[in-house]
């Protein structure tokens, strides 16, 4: 049980580049997030699935947009990167029992120059 | 408007003590769920605990402990007994509905750094 996997760990990007940030989970949860990090601010939510096929935007959504793939996979795309855009980027799923605290996976940590 | 104030950005504790994290929260919703996260220096964020907000007695998960006051709208962190794997940044968060799913609001963080 892997729970939640994103993929690449760390990516370099120059400005105007577009990239895909991956994220799986096994948990068999219908809902996921991806969020960003950035120093003294927290994190704060760029666009959730609430289940298979259905995408919405968060907090901070612009410059990105997201795929549900199927109800393992969420995607994170950046069509042409900024500087702005420099963060590490958590992606995360949500248990639908107890308490619905939500899973993190590792995290991406992107630089774009 | 922000909703989770984390006013400590940085702590300092002796190992074997406790320390306190405070967090308070703005919301007018009657329902509504507060979390601690932590995330050590390797980056993943760890779920410790929650309080929901119609839950009568303190949440408490083996050395951590949560100090709900409701009417002031806070939900401190309790460390006892501090080590030194203690060390990283702790989050305070709230679960709030969002169309028809939850989100979460976070705090900016502190960091603790436990001593020797």
């Known amino acids: 049980n892997a729970g939640v996997t994103q993929t690449p760990k760390f990516q370099v990007l120059k400005t105007g580049q577009s990239m895909t940030l991956q994220c799986a989970q096994d948990m068999n949860h219908n809902s996921m997030y991806w969020y960003r990090q950035d120093p003294g601010m927290g994190l704060r939510l760029i666009y959730y699935?609430?289940?298979?096929?259905?995408?919405d935007k968060g907090e901070v959504p612009n410059g990105y947009n997201v795929s549900r793939l199927n109800k393992r996979e969420f995607s994170l795309r950046l069509e042409s990167a900024a500087p702005s855009q420099t963060s590490v980027y958590f992606c995360?799923?949500?248990?639908?029992?107890?308490?619905?605290?939500?899973?993190f996976g590792p995290g991406t940590r992107l630089t774009v120059t | 408007a922000q909703k989770i104030t984390q006013t400590q950005p940085g702590m300092f504790v002796q190992e074997k003590e406790a320390v306190t994290l405070d967090c308070t929260y703005d919301?007018?919703?009657?329902?509504?769920?507060l979390f601690w996260y932590k995330q050590p220096s390797s980056g993943e964020m760890i779920f410790l605990i929650y309080q929901g907000s119609y839950d009568q007695q303190n949440a408490t998960e083996g050395r951590y402990s949560l100090n709900f006051q409701k009417a002031r709208k806070s939900a401190n962190l309790v460390i006892s007994a501090s080590q030194l794997g203690d060390s990283a940044m702790y989050f305070c968060?709230?679960?709030?509905?969002?169309?028809?799913?939850?989100?979460?609001?976070f705090g900016a963080g502190t960091t603790v750094t436990v001593r020797a």
């Open positions: 995360a799923s949500r248990n639908h029992r107890g308490v619905y605290e939500q899973y």
């Open positions: 919301t007018s919703d009657p329902s509504y769920g």
């Open positions: 699935s609430a289940s298979e096929g259905t995408t």
């Open positions: 968060a709230m679960r709030e509905p969002m169309g028809n799913d939850y989100k979460l609001s």
